[in-house]
């Protein structure tokens, strides 16, 4: 990464990346003429991969006809589109679909339509969330202060709101204990998760909010099987709500077009976001029930929250786009097919490596954990920066990955997320395995374990 001058303030404000000059299907192209197959599409977003055709021509009709109209005004034929594609498809379902800009905003408007349902209802008691540690729902306040990612949450603390609170999560590597049952362990977790609604008195808690397969904070994390049932037992015995975060894992990512589907229940609230519209325009949603939105339209009749870009007719036109194109191109076999492909060659290639101590995903959607010791789940010392390594030794070997650090309590190690494009080919997944195990290797070098 070259220190050359920039105005623009970049994530590192020490280090200005390449710029991204083309893209073609799993491939970006950086200004220097290198290729970089791109594994994880940014952080799980491109996922029907790069300048797709049919997308394009539907931006360019769509932004030839019209770009925007303010919600306080019109609606769009694409909005509408999009939402009868998105919801109302189950009586008692998720009914309507809020657009605003991505994933944190659709948390945001997730947390304050839970609130105002609860004041609508009469309840306004209800204003405390439960969410989980090890999670991330977004850099917004709100969203931050239902996110559990402590390095993220830290500098942040004093502005963060104290209506959230957080319980262990559903994370078997670290949490589960070596002498307890799969079905222990959930049971333990739902025991939790009950202690915490009454601590907090059962009638003041408006949701429960988690991502079904949690992404940036654990590098995908599924739940054991029946957690969710129980989490959702739990809100509805209680009256509240559970919301589910799928920004990243959604939209098709894990195999089915909701992870929640592989869950066996529904949430009342679901966030989505970088799947939805592929990268190709800024664009998340709030799913919500119909018994919630029609609550406040019998009510005070309007959600109060506005932003000034909801439901962009661009970005609608867009995300319509990408979810007929994953539909017509039956685009979930896929993402099934690839995903078991992928899986085995992680297992070929780590699942006896000294230093991964876990491989774990769903569909297109993986994880690998690096660890210092693998019997004893011990990470390595984050001071390494070991998945800044691999980051850097990825992209000098033509593979653009999503890795992220470890924690010094160790509850996390480094880990690398991989969320290749529905489009990638055999080859390309072959590819990326190949160029994934030399990066770790190299890391592992560079930090004297190699
Ligand atoms: N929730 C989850 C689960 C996410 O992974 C992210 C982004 N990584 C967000 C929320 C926030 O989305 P955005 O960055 O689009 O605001």
Redesign the pocket.
Known sequence: MAATRTRVMHRSLRETPPKAVGGEGVWLIAEDGRRILDSSGG??VSCLGHQHPRVLAAIAKQASTLAYAHTGFFSSEPAEELAERLVGHEPGGLGYAYFV???????EASIKLARQYFIERGEPKRARFIARRQ??????LG?LSA?GNAWRREPYAPLLSPSFSHVTPAFAYHEKRDDESEAGFVARLAAELEAEFQRLGPDTVAAFIA?PV????AGCVPAPEGYFKEVREICTRHGALLIL?????GMGRTGTLHAWEQEGISPDIQ?I??GLGGGYQ?I?AMLASGTIVDTVRNGSGAFQHGHTYLAHPLACAAALEVQRTISDEKLLDKVKERGRQLEQRLIERFGNHRHVGDIRGRGLFWGIELVADRARRQPFDPKLKLHQRIKSAAFAGGLACYPSGGTADGQRGDHVLLAPPYIATSGDIDMIVERLGAAVDSALKDVGHG
């Not at 975060?245 to 894992?249: F, I, P, S, T």
């Open positions: 952080a799980a800009s991505g994933g944190s905003e659709a948390i999670s991330y729902h977004g850099n917004t969203a996110g991502e949690v992404g940036a904070t975060d799928e920004v990243m894992c966030a976001a970088k800024p998340g």
